[in-house]
């Protein structure tokens, strides 16, 4: 990790949560991107062959609408930002623009690397790649603009996937692990942990895969996350544990 330009934060607070509702979710989604707008989720999901963007109604996880991607792509995060619906691909190299309302492809933008995670702060497009960085792109060129390297302590944090940014912080779902990272924004310090451990029941995650897919609505200030192939998506409410002074050092929980 590069030297951070900006001085650790104070404390680290670690989350719990309550449920405050679950809804039905479509098991055979593999969820890489997750988005709330105007009354309805839009939801990216991935695998050769499976990969699409969906509009699905919140309360019954039904498809509205669904635009499939060739099976060439493997789809990843999304975001939307300017009427547009914006898509990431693993390992094509290639992010594709889509008219919100119709779901008709506009344009597609390139990029070096792994696609991941997406969303943006009302100006920049955000991106994760999988590592540690986090990109910036200017959301009308899709050029970088900018780069965050993620960290807890002096510890790189790995494994950023998909992305939400939440009231002036980004959240951060971790590959294969049950935490959401807090993040600053500006400077890529990790403020807080959210630990969303036993939301599916056993027999429920046997049939699932990983915790991924975050979505915030702005407002109603209701946060939903689900993961790939779980048949259930979740609102959930923040429940403060506990506050710790900032680590100087310190592996992920």
């Keep these: 990790l590069p030297p951070s330009e900006y001085p650790p934060p104070d404390k680290i607070t670690f989350y719990g949560y309550e449920v405050v509702h679950a809804y039905p979710h479509d098991p ?21 062959g499976a990969s699409s963007i969906r509009k699905v109604t919140l309360e019954t996880g039904e498809v509205l609408q669904k635009h499939s991607l060739a099976p060439a792509y ?11 619906l914006i898509q ?8 594709f623009i889509y008219d919100l309302e119709t779901f008709q492809k506009t344009g597609d933008f390139a990029y070096l ?18 590592s540690a960085k986090v990109r910036l792109l200017d959301s009308d060129t ?13 510890t790189p944090v790995k494994s950023i996937n998909e992305l939400e940014y939440v009231e002036g912080k980004l ?19 990790v403020t807080g942990w959210i630990d969303l451990s ?8 046997r ?28 609102e959930i409410r923040l429940v403060e544990k506990r506050t710790e002074p900032y680590p100087v050092s310190k592996t992920q929980p």
Aim: hydrophobic share 40%; glycine share 18%.
């Design 113 to 130: 690397g792994e696609g991941w995670g997406l969303t943006h702060d009302g100006k920049k497009l955000i991106m994760s790649d999988g």
């Design 198 to 205: 036993g939301l599916l029941t056993t027999e429920e995650a």
């Design 88 to 95: 990431l691909t693993w390992k094509s190299q290639t992010g």
């Design 28 to 48: 055979a989604a593999f969820t890489q991107g997750l988005v709330y707008a105007d009354g309805f989720l839009y939801e990216g999901t991935g695998m050769h």
């Design 171 to 189: 959240y951060a779902n971790i590959w294969r692990e049950d935490h959401i990272a807090v993040i600053d924004p500006d400077s890529g310090y």
């Design 142 to 154: 899709f050029q970088q603009a900018g780069m965050l390297y993620i960290r807890f302590g002096d």
């Design 74 to 84: 493997f789809g990843e995060g999304i975001t939307l930002h300017g009427g547009r």
């Design 207 to 234: 049939k699932a895969d990983v915790l991924n897919g975050i979505a915030w609505d702005a407002g109603g200030k209701r946060l939903f996350v689900t993961g790939k192939n779980w048949p259930k998506l979740f």
